[in-house]
């Protein structure tokens, strides 16, 4: 089995320090911007282009996901604008990434372009909005008497970025493998959270579950 997670959170939640960490764990390497890298040197894009285009979600971009996979199915209707490459290019990327390689990935809509593979694991990371405001503050130095909006704005952009791109309901407990309140556990916690889950995909046994095992099979053990 693969090594493949996709991370969809909440502004603030913690997610993006929760897949670096994780990744480090699994021995896989971390996507996030580095996506974007990619993208441009697949598309010939700028990374400004694609930088900018990437959460301006509008009605009358009449472009997305189902389109991405017939565009890459040979089945578009007539040449792409400038916005849908820019879409595709980072799809294009993330696509091959879930086909020959592993991973860690944050935001995109991995979770969505990943969904028909078996071996990807998806976790939405959430948190109360007071610890949200908090670790902005703390961690993107975002100012004080403006966190909440910002948050909150970001929250927006992400769920409508998301929501039109995939017509699913970005947060919605059936489209990911697993949720996971942040503000209820450690980031350490959380990872290992996640690596279990592997693990328990994967086949293999913790030691910690070798010795439950145990545990369970001889009744008399004493710990």
């Given at each position: 089995m693969?090594?493949?997670?996709?991370?969809?959170?909440?502004y603030g939640s913690g997610g993006r320090i929760i897949g670096k960490i994780l990744a480090d764990k699994l021995g896989v390497p971390f996507y996030d911007k580095e996506i974007i890298d990619m993208a441009v040197q697949e598309s010939g894009f700028?990374?400004?282009?694609?930088?900018?285009?990437?959460?301006?979600?509008?009605?009358?971009?009449a472009y997305n996901l189902a389109s991405a996979l017939n565009f890459s199915e040979g089945m578009s209707a007539g040449p792409l604008s400038v916005n849908e490459k820019l879409f595709l290019a980072q799809f294009q990327v993330?696509?091959?990434?879930?086909?020959?390689?592993e991973g860690v990935i944050v935001g995109r809509c991995a979770d969505y372009?990943?969904?028909d593979n078996p071996d990807?694991?998806?976790v939405f990371c959430f948190s109360d909005l007071e610890e949200r405001i908090r670790f902005s503050i703390n961690e993107?130095?975002?100012p004080a008497k403006q966190a909440k909006k910002i948050v909150q704005e970001k929250d927006m952009k992400r769920a409508r970025f998301y929501e039109f791109h995939t017509n699913q309901k970005w947060g919605d407990a059936k489209n990911y493998?697993?949720?996971i309140n942040t503000s209820k556990m450690s980031t350490d916690e959380v990872v290992e959270i996640i690596a279990a889950l592997y693990d328990k995909k994967a086949g293999l046994t913790t030691f910690k579950g070798a010795f439950q095992d145990q545990y369970i099979e001889h009744k008399s053990f004493k710990i």
């Open positions: 693969k090594k493949l997670v996709t991370i969809s959170r909440e700028s990374r400004e282009m694609i930088e900018n285009a990437e959460l301006k979600a509008k009605s009358s971009f993330i696509a091959e990434i879930g086909k020959t390689g372009i990943l969904k990807t694991i998806s993107y130095d975002v493998s697993l949720l």
